[in-house]
């Protein structure tokens, strides 16, 4: 009963608002002319994105599904890392262990989280350690301009790992001066600063955060440090530096022991616009990543249960663009790089790749677009692998947008899976890549009075899928790589804005079926439990807002409900988040309840997820 009257509370609260109130654009929208909301099609190419192609495009001709989360739902939404802001969009299946997103996995369309490929700014976060550590993201929240979610098959344009879906995460490119400190339940204490000087031809951008708790239960504290920096050199260079740090008890996390766990990250990356030359636009980009993880599987025997991981990550790019008579581009690159690591448990392990790329776009008419797009990627150890892309927009009229795309995809394993044992886990080295075709259709309606409605349908078939199974709970979990898991469902979203004081309110709902062929778990037909591939929500609706009241006051909430299927049993889950705001000049007080309804559950199994739980914070300066 708490979970249907909590769903009606929220929908009711956002959607049937005073005729008189005035909201805003959504994220992603472009802002009124001053004749109001103007159709679609002219909206949509105000905005340029860059993740659903080799080159910025605008929305507009996007032929991909795309999902944007704006810098306005940051800084309104009760959210605290990005793992909080993923959960604004129903297609992303967040599964954290614990509060904050301290380690989180994400899930896009139902595919397991090693099929999740994660970027900040174009560059490559996929650790070859494990795909666990994927959520390590360097970036606070402060110096995010946008995530972009690029959903579906994205190997054609960036790699292995883009089964599911692609998260790139934007960092601001300049950002005003503000400060925050936060106290709350579980003796949690955090502070944010950040800020922005030189001139406009070099100038420096820097946000830091860092928090700390004593945590829920024993071994679940936590405490982390974020900074980052970006350094623009004009128009057309850019250097950057980021740096994690998190220490957190990881009770549960990988087996029933006490676990504890330190990670760091640090990221550098540059690019530059190297010249031109026959028309043709030269970019150039390059990073190194390094990612350490020192784990305890069992605090009560330290001596026994330590490994100590390095990780070690370098890419080059350089692509080309040309434009086609002005209805299109042609955009061609090479990429090359390896990974690296050296561990107590993995030993020391490498990895080379090369790759190259390219991707043809095309107006056929000023209203239809298609695109095509080929990336061929060679591995030291695991051969070549071969993904095209394709896509098609078109706008029967100004007001209604149809899609369509498909791709190949595949995703090497971690030195996890193949190496990493412990009491629990037992790592089989024989295991190979995992390959996908995927494809979807949909169509975008932009009606009158700022609601805009969206539908997707979309499927999925994976080949030699990596899973960790067992026969039964007596076992350890071992890697194979499952035959044949197939994927289908069905993505809604309605958003609606109204004015222009900032509010708007939106509705998202993702249904997944994913299929395992029992004979390819090698485990007897049925018998067979997945660790992973198995561990899905078929059902996630997602319902958030921001509604402003009298006084000046603004109230921001954000309820979440998860149909969860894990091998034969199935979970329920409804989880309510809120966030009440006052601005005065360049102060705000912000109260954020997370878990309002005290919902009892667990994201990943095993791992239990914090109660009920306040903060209060106070900012000054711009958000």
């Excluded at 990073?287 to 605090?299: A, E, I």
């Amino acid at each position: 009963m708490f979970r249907i009257g909590a769903a009606f509370t929220v929908v009711a609260l956002l959607l049937v608002c005073p005729a008189g109130v005035a909201l805003a654009q959504g994220p992603g929208q472009p802002a009124r002319s001053s004749e109001g909301v103007e159709p679609g099609e002219v909206a949509l190419r105000q905005t340029v994105v860059v993740t659903a192609a080799a080159t910025p495009v605008d929305l507009a001709s996007v032929t991909r599904t795309l999902t944007v989360i704006s810098r306005e739902e940051i800084a309104q939404m009760p959210i605290e890392s990005v793992a909080d802001l993923l959960r604004l969009a129903s297609s992303i299946d967040v599964r954290a262990r614990g509060a904050r997103g301290m380690q989180a996995d994400f899930s896009v369309r139902g595919a397991a989280f090693g099929q999740t490929l994660v970027l900040v700014d174009g560059v490559r976060l996929n650790d070859a350690q494990t795909g666990h550590h994927n959520g390590d993201i360097p970036v606070p929240l402060g110096a995010i301009e946008r995530i972009e979610i690029l959903h579906g098959a994205g190997a054609s344009l960036f790699g292995a790992d883009a089964l599911g879906g692609t998260i790139n995460v934007i960092t601001r490119r300049d950002v005003p001066a503000s400060a925050s400190v936060e106290a709350g339940s579980f003796d949690l204490i955090a502070a944010r600063a950040q800020g922005s000087v030189g001139a406009p031809s070099v100038r420096t951008t820097a946000s830091v955060a860092a928090d700390r708790s004593s945590g829920f239960m024993y071994e679940r504290q936590f405490q982390t440090v974020a900074l980052t920096s970006r350094t623009a050199l004009g128009e057309r260079s850019s250097a950057s530096v980021s740096w994690t740090w998190k220490d957190f008890g990881a009770n549960g996390f990988y087996g029933a022991a006490p676990s504890h766990e330190s990670t760091n990250q640090t990221l550098l990356s540059a690019s530059t616009e190297a010249g031109r030359a026959q028309a043709w636009t030269v970019r150039a980009t390059g990073s190194y990543r390094t990612h350490g993880d020192h784990f305890l599987f069992d605090v009560r025997r330290p001596s026994l249960s330590e490994s100590v991981h390095r990780t070690h990550a370098v890419i080059g790019t350089v692509k080309a663009t040309h434009p086609l008579a002005g209805r299109g581009t042609v955009t061609i690159g090479g990429e090359g790089g390896g990974d690296w690591v050296r561990s107590t448990n993995l030993g020391d392990r490498d990895l080379r790749r090369m790759g190259l790329f390219g991707e043809a776009r095309y107006a056929v008419t000023p209203r239809t677009q298609v695109d095509a797009s080929l990336r061929v990627d060679r591995y030291s150890e695991f051969g070549t692998a071969t993904n095209p892309g394709v896509g098609l927009t078109t706008w029967p009229s100004r007001r209604v947008r149809l899609r369509a795309s498909a791709g190949r995809a595949f995703r090497v394993p971690t030195f996890t899976e193949r190496y990493y044992h412990d009491p629990a886990n037992q790592a089989r080295a024989d295991i190979g890549p995992e390959r996908s075709w995927s494809g979807d259709g949909g169509v975008d309606l932009f009606l009158p009075g700022g609601l805009t409605v969206q539908a997707t349908g979309f499927v999925r078939r994976d080949r030699d899928v990596i899973d960790w199974l067992r026969a039964t709970p007596l076992d350890r979990w071992q890697t194979y790589n499952v035959h044949h898991a197939d994927a289908k469902g069905l993505e809604l979203a309605v958003r609606r804005g109204w004015g222009t004081a900032g509010a708007f309110a939106q509705a998202g709902y993702t249904r997944a079926d994913v299929t395992v062929d029992p004979a390819s778990t090698l485990c007897g037909a049925g018998q067979c439990l997945s660790k992973y591939v198995l561990d899905y929500a078929p059902h996630v609706l997602v319902v958030s807002g921001v509604v402003p009241l009298p006084g000046g006051i603004r109230v921001a909430p954000r309820f979440e409900y998860k149909h969860r299927q894990r091998n034969a049993t199935v979970i329920d889950t409804a989880v309510i988040d809120l966030r009440a705001s006052r601005r005065a000049g360049r102060y705000e007080i912000r109260v954020d309840g997370t878990n309002l309804g005290n919902e009892v559950y667990q994201e990943i199994a095993g791992v239990a997820m914090p109660g009920r739980a306040a903060t209060v914070s106070l900012l000054v300066g711009a958000r």
